[in-house]
């Protein structure tokens, strides 16, 4: 049976959903503050289609997530180098790290109401797992390199949202400033960690 497309209608909805949710998001203070009648109203949509479309507040952010993450998962699935597979290795777990340094930058508001969501541990939500997979199965492929699993989850802390936000909004860190630091530190990592 070929699969469904979706009505028009609710395709426009899903964007507009979307859309007033990251707005909402990025206009707060904090991402508790964003309700999903907040979101349906800005979206000009009951709060039932909210529902229907995404099971609870949670759903939605990961949702939204998902939809503003995919050009840059596009780019480590299937993309060319430096994020794609057929980069070297140890340019390639840098490169990594980057882009998922520069999109919680420019997604801030989104990666923190991701993690606030925290289920039982954000350790266990998708994104990570895949996050730390990918990097892990990276650092594998470097000659030498031990204890990947555990180097992994070391690497993406260092760009956990809320850290992120701490040395940008606290810290007042430039963007370049964190680049630097995170390269230096990965660089740290892979040449310490290689025998």
């Known amino acids: ?95 990594l790290l980057d882009a998922l340094l520069r999109f919680k930058l420019d997604h801030r508001h989104l990666s923190l109401a991701l993690e606030a969501t925290g289920s039982d541990s954000p350790y266990q939500a998708a994104h990570y797992e895949w996050w730390h997979a990918t990097i892990r199965d990276v650092l594998d492929r470097i000659p030498g390199f031990t204890g990947s699993d555990f180097a992994a989850h070391a690497l993406l802390a260092a760009v956990r949202a809320d850290l992120v936000a701490h040395l940008a909004d606290r810290r007042h860190m430039t963007r370049e400033e964190l680049r630097a630091e995170l390269a230096a530190f990965t660089a740290n990592v892979l040449t310490g960690r290689a025998s």
């Open 1 to 95: 049976m070929p699969e469904r497309k979706p009505r028009v209608d609710a395709a426009r909805n899903r964007e507009a959903v979307l859309t007033a949710a990251d707005a909402l998001f990025a206009e707060c203070d904090s991402p508790d503050a964003v309700t999903m009648a907040d979101i349906a109203a800005a979206a000009g949509v009951g709060k039932a289609t909210l529902f229907r479309g995404y099971g609870d507040r949670t759903g939605l952010i990961q949702a939204l997530y998902a939809a503003r993450l995919e050009p840059v998962h596009q780019a480590v699935t299937d993309g060319p180098p430096p994020l794609g597979p057929d980069t070297p290795p140890a340019e390639r777990v840098p490169a």
